[in-house]
């Protein structure tokens, strides 16, 4: 799916975003967007697994997994202005459409399609950033893998295990227990 | 501030809200938005302080506090329409606009103040939740405080040690011990 595509889909308008937004693609283990710059563009998957990471004190903590027809973005870097802290990656080789965020940015001022899809963009990272703070307050190792398979299967049908454990802050051998009774339950 | 006042120091743009958004008050202590129900208002703080709560395991976890000026909602209750599982509720006497969600929503389909807006005001929740979410991953409890003194004052000056403590996810006691150390470094 294209961006355009996704507009009509989501936002069941015609209209097209008034910029180009040019193909590129990554390889797989490549980083897309880096740590200490700030953020210039926003990137919408047709093909591929991109994943987002913070290191602590030396430990990668990944804090976001993205598949194909959502967006992503180091965002919050390009809204406060600040240098990134986050570093994004293509898990497998991937085929994005790029947008320019100062030209979205400007579009804002005057485009109803794009203060649209920026609006329905950042609901839908937000909900996954919340439910995601709310299941690491309020869950265990096990119930957290439990909601992870229910609502994310894919998350777990296609990463590595030791991906996994460091999405869900729990060490791989933990994890490794837990799918086996889990399995075996 | 009123939500139009806002609107025209931060968009930018003389737009109103194209249907009326109502003033109402809360006693302190009393709850705005429930746990079990489907959100369906946003409210624009005039005066007064709201903190949002999760129920884990019978213990209060704040996640939120919202000051004058700001927006706060059970916002994802709304968006995936499910039940709140989150507990908005007045800390001190507050007035309040009232956003009735429905009709923003309908208004999102036409109307280009309501989308940068809507935008706006989420991105700004967004970028909260983010480094609140990098905060609990990296930091210990005494660096948490000082993040907290340093960029949100206002939360330590306001609010009670024990809701500080539930908002930091320390023991009320460890709270004051590094506040004791952090007022003598």
Chains 1, 2 share one sequence.
Do not use: W
């Not at 490549?30 to 991109?50: D, L, M, P, T």
């Not at 804090?63 to 202005?81: A, E």
Request: with cysteine; hydrophobic share 40%; proline share 4%.
């Amino acid at each position: 799916m294209t961006i355009s595509e996704f507009i009509k889909t989501n936002l069941h308008t015609d209209e097209v975003l008034p910029f180009e937004t040019p193909v590129e693609t990554f390889k797989k283990n490549s980083e897309i967007s880096s740590k200490g710059k700030i953020e210039r563009f926003a990137y919408f998957i047709h093909s591929g697994i991109v994943q987002a990471a913070i290191d602590s004190q030396g430990e990668e903590k990944i804090i976001d997994f993205f598949f194909p027809n959502q967006f992503f973005s180091s965002y919050t870097s390009f809204l406060t202005q600040c240098p990134s802290d986050v570093i994004i990656s293509a898990v497998t080789n991937c085929e994005v459409e790029v947008i320019d965020l100062h030209k979205l940015q400007a579009a804002y001022q005057t485009s109803l399609v794009c203060n649209q899809l920026g609006r329905y963009a950042i609901e839908k990272v937000y909900i996954k950033r919340i439910e995601r703070e709310k299941s690491f307050l309020t869950k265990n190792a096990p119930e957290k893998y439990l909601e992870l398979i229910t609502y994310h299967p894919e998350i777990v049908e296609l990463m590595p295990v030791k991906k996994v454990a460091k999405y869900l802050g729990i060490h791989p051998e933990s994890l490794s227990r837990i799918r086996k009774t889990v399995a075996h339950a």
